[in-house]
């Protein structure tokens, strides 16, 4: 059996940790305490998750939803231009 890596932990985490709306409500260290994760990586897995689709879920408020809904927009429209 293969251990789990630790980005799959830390995306689990992340994903369990959603509301109702798709955001991530919990502080980090609510969601840390007891666990074998660091910090660090889990908040790069969220980053990370956030430019999957749903672009914007996993954001901790609208303001970085939208912030990050922009972002991916003009990474695609950029990348269309080249």
Do not use: W, Y
């Not at 972002?71 to 269309?80: D, K, L, M, P």
């Amino acid at each position: 059996m293969n251990p789990i890596s630790e980005e799959v932990c830390n995306a689990a985490i992340c994903v369990l940790n959603l509301d109702a709306d798709g955001r991530l409500t919990a502080q980090r260290k609510d969601f840390l305490h007891g666990s074998l994760v660091r910090g660090k990586t889990v908040e790069q897995s969220r980053q990370a998750l956030m430019r999957l689709d749903p672009v914007g879920c996993e954001a901790r408020d609208v303001r970085e939803c939208l912030l990050v809904q922009l972002e991916v927009a003009e990474n695609a429209i950029g990348s269309q231009a080249d």
